[in-house]
Every structure is written in structure tokens, then in C-alpha cells.
């Protein structure tokens, strides 16, 4: 039997990562399994433990737990103590916890040709998902770089702490060049309220928001803007992880390719 992986989450059901991680591993020929664990609200730790006392070696976790699994790790990488938020748990004589997300975004960004480098960047929303991606994004070089979201306060905070601007909607001037949305508003068929011109004037709009159309996307059609939804970000993710636990790093190509087409 191979080492045990497996993505905690609530709900988990839907999750795309085990079939991804299967196809990693029959790809660089790694014998592992990998799982769903559905936890109750609360019982993140119990599932975590319960995972690694039967051997368990490496968790993917997703909504709504990865700033549990923050506090649950023994030990954090220098991007999941930024992003105060874990979404890879690797398991050994201590637990290690780190964050996938701001590398996966980066990647996706740059196999799309949307490119970070001295790009004027606007980043909608400071949750779980902002936090992760936004030390990636000053690292991958954005020659400005704005967060906005409907609590302001929330993304002054981040600003504070990366010095970067924060910003309300309203306020937004169209001046960026990629424009990503890492709010959860699509999920409710809803628009985070970006304004038109801000939208119309950019030359990529992103949305990690994955297997649906988007309000946000629709409206950067309509302004004939380039599009992209966060499906190569899953993959990228989950290919980090992949490394993080095996030490070897998968190909993504086709497996975007092969999910696409699903
Ligand atoms: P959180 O719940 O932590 O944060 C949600 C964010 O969305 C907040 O900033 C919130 O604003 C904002 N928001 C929600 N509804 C609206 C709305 N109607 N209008 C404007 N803003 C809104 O979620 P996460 O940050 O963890 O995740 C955000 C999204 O990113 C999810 O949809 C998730 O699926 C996706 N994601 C995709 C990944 C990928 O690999 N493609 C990886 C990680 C996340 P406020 O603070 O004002 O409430």
C-alpha cells in the first residue's frame, strides 16, 4: 500500500484534488493514495490527528480550514506565516505547514502570458485566498500593486503589513493592467464591484474562482478583456504540494488539459 494523502475540507465531496494528485503520481511513477476527509465544523484537529496516528503523511486542506491548520502545525514556511493560512500539511517528527497558493497563482499567471513583472496589479478581496497570494505577487515583481474589498479595513491591514495601497471599491482609478479577483463573490453569482472603466481598461482579468462562469468573467468579456478562471492555479497549487511532500515536481500541462476537457 502506498504512503496516505489526502484533502480535508466541509464540504469535500466536489474536490478535484484527488484525481489530480492520482495522476501526478502515476505521472512521476510515486506510489501513494489519496483521499477525501469530510470534517464537522470544529473537528479539524480531531480528523487532522486521527489522519497522522494511522500513518497518514501529507494534507491538502481547503475551505473552511486552513487557518486551523495555521494554528494546528508545529511548524510554519516564512509563506504561511504571511498568509497566516495552510493549505499543505506534511507530517513527520513535527508537523509542517505550509502554502501553495501564492506560488500557484504566480505560475498559472505566467503560463497564461499574464505576467506579473512590473505589471500595475489590482487584487480584489482580503480573505484566506488574498492572504495567501499576495506576498507571491511583491515577490514576482508587480510594479504597483492594490487591494481592494468590501470591508476596507480588512485590506488596509494587508496593505499595512505589505506595503502596498488598499483601496474600496469606489475609489478604484483604471490604471491596472491585471486585475484578480480572489473574493468568494462568484460563488453566490454575485460581482465583487469593480468598476466598468477600472475592468475595461485592463489587459487580463483572473478569477480563482474555478467550474463556473463568473459574473466578474462575463463582464470582462463583454469589455473584450482576456479572461482566465482558477483552474491552472488548482493545478499549480496542488503540484507544490506534490513537491512539498515527494520531492518531485509534476507536470501540469496535461493534466489542465485532461481536467479542461472533463
Ligand atoms: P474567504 O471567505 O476567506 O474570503 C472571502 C472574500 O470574498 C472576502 O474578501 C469577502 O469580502 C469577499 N466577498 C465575498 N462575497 C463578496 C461580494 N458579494 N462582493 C464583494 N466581496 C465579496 O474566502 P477565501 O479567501 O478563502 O476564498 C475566496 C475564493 O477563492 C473562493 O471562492 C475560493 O474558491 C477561491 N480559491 C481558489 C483557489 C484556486 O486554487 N483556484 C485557491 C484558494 C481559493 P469581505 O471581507 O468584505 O466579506
Not at 463573490?185 to 469593480?194: F, K, T
Request: net charge neutral.
Amino acid at each position: 500500500m502506498g504512503e496516505r494523502y489526502a484533502v480535508i475540507g466541509q464540504p469535500v465531496a466536489h474536490s478535484k484534488s484527488p484525481w489530480i494528485h492520482a495522476q501526478f503520481a502515476r505521472a512521476t511513477q510515486q506510489d501513494l493514495e489519496y483521499g477525501c476527509i469530510e470534517a464537522p465544523l470544529g473537528g479539524f484537529t480531531r480528523a487532522a490527528d486521527e489522519f497522522r496516528d494511522g500513518g497518514g503523511k501529507g494534507l491538502n486542506v481547503t475551505l473552511p480550514f486552513k487557518e486551523d491548520a495555521y494554528q494546528y502545525c508545529a511548524q510554519l514556511t516564512p509563506r504561511a506565516r504571511d498568509a497566516r493560512a495552510v493549505n499543505t500539511i506534511r507530517f513527520g517528527t513535527e508537523t509542517f505547514g505550509d502554502n501553495t497558493d501564492g506560488v500557484g497563482l504566480v505560475r498559472d499567471l505566467a503560463r497564461l502570458g499574464a505576467d506579473v513583472r512590473g505589471s500595475r496589479v489590482l487584487l480584489m478581496g482580503a480573505g484566506g485566498a488574498a492572504r495567501g497570494v499576495v506576498g507571491a505577487l511583491v515577490e514576482a515583481g508587480a510594479s504597483r500593486l492594490t487591494i481592494a474589498n468590501r470591508n476596507e479595513s480588512k485590506a488596509r491591514e494587508i496593505a499595512t503589513r505589505w506595503r502596498i495601497s488598499a483601496s474600496g471599491y469606489e475609489a478604484l482609478l483604471p490604471e491596472f493592467e491585471l486585475v484578480i479577483n480572489a473574493t468568494s463573490a462568484g460563488l453566490a453569482g454575485e460581482s465583487p464591484g469593480v468598476p466598468p472603466d477600472v475592468l475595461a481598461r485592463a489587459k487580463h482579468a483572473y478569477d480563482m474562482v474555478y467550474g463556473r462562469d463568473t459574473p466578474f468573467l462575463a463582464a470582462a468579456r463583454a469589455a473584450r478583456v482576456p479572461t482566465s478562471d482558477g483552474l491552472g492555479m488548482l493545478v499549480e497549487q496542488a503540484a507544490e504540494s506534490f513537491f512539498v511532500w515527494r520531492g518531485v515536481r509534476p507536470d501540469t500541462a496535461p493534466v489542465l488539459r485532461e481536467l479542461r476537457g472533463r
